[in-house]
């Protein structure tokens, strides 16, 4: 099966910041979503990268995925407080035919005011 | 916007209890889930559904049923509570095919105690 590693495992940045968190994959990527939730919470989709070298943006956040590499980049530019949260990826792979989301461990972080 | 609600954020039972925990979609979506996460599981999906009146079973679907009688709506219902299902339960639903649903809604949760 597909592992995700994704690194590191928690962050603390000072409030305007930029931050890099990468999820690497076990296995050749043919995708990845990114998804973000905040502690207690639902999670929220952020975005679908379906080819290499695709990259897309939400809002701050953008996200970028390396077929060659087996891997995806999220970055956010200025980051503010209200980024904080757990980041998870997951390859589309996960879906199949129950529409599961499978996840790495996710990558915590913390953005100080 | 989008929204996905669940009864309770917070809801605390005994054990033998029958529990119901409602989802409610405004999104008109065909697909609805039902997960639950617990620290160092992540999440696990327990049942879900593709169509009104159509269920089919998760990875862990043990002492859970569910319901679907209306479109919007996703019931979860643990039939005799026991203290290993005191988890935070997720809802979510997506308009996708099965195959490509990795674009889901969530609502916010509710976390269930069992004492």
């Known amino acids: 099966s597909q592992e995700l590693e994704q690194s590191p495992q928690s962050l603390i940045v000072q409030e305007g910041k930029n931050l890099t968190i990468n999820c690497t994959s076990s296995?050749?990527?043919?995708?990845l979503y990114w998804y973000k939730q905040k502690y207690g919470e639902g999670l929220i989709f952020l975005m679908m990268?379906?080819?290499?070298?695709e990259e897309k943006s939400h809002e701050k956040i953008t996200a970028k995925l390396d077929e060659k590499k087996q891997q995806s980049s999220l970055h956010i530019t200025a980051s503010q407080p209200s980024h904080a949260g757990t980041y998870l990826c997951?390859?589309?792979?996960?879906?199949?035919?129950?529409?599961?989301?499978?996840f790495g461990q996710g990558t915590t972080l913390q953005v100080k005011p | 916007d989008v929204k996905v609600t669940q009864s309770s954020r917070y809801l605390v039972k005994r054990t033998g209890e029958k529990v119901f925990l409602e989802c409610v979609q405004d999104?008109?979506?065909?697909?609805m889930f039902w997960y639950r996460q617990d620290p160092g599981l992540g999440l696990r999906l327990i049942y879900f559904?593709?169509?009104?009146?159509?269920?089919e079973k998760g990875d862990i679907p043990e002492g859970y049923s569910v319901s679907r009688e209306k479109k919007e709506r996703f019931s979860l219902i643990l039939e005799s509570a026991s203290t290993n299902q005191t988890s935070m339960y997720l809802c979510?639903?997506?308009?996708?095919?099965?195959?490509?649903?990795?674009?889901?809604?969530f609502g916010p949760g509710t976390r269930l105690t069992v004492t």
């Open positions: 979510a639903s997506s308009n996708a095919p099965i195959w490509s649903s990795y674009e889901q809604y």
């Open positions: 296995k050749t990527l043919y995708g």
């Open positions: 990268l379906q080819k290499g070298g």
């Open positions: 997951g390859p589309p792979a996960g879906s199949s035919n129950t529409g599961k989301l499978i």
């Open positions: 999104m008109d979506h065909e697909n």
């Open positions: 559904s593709y169509d009104v009146k159509m269920k």
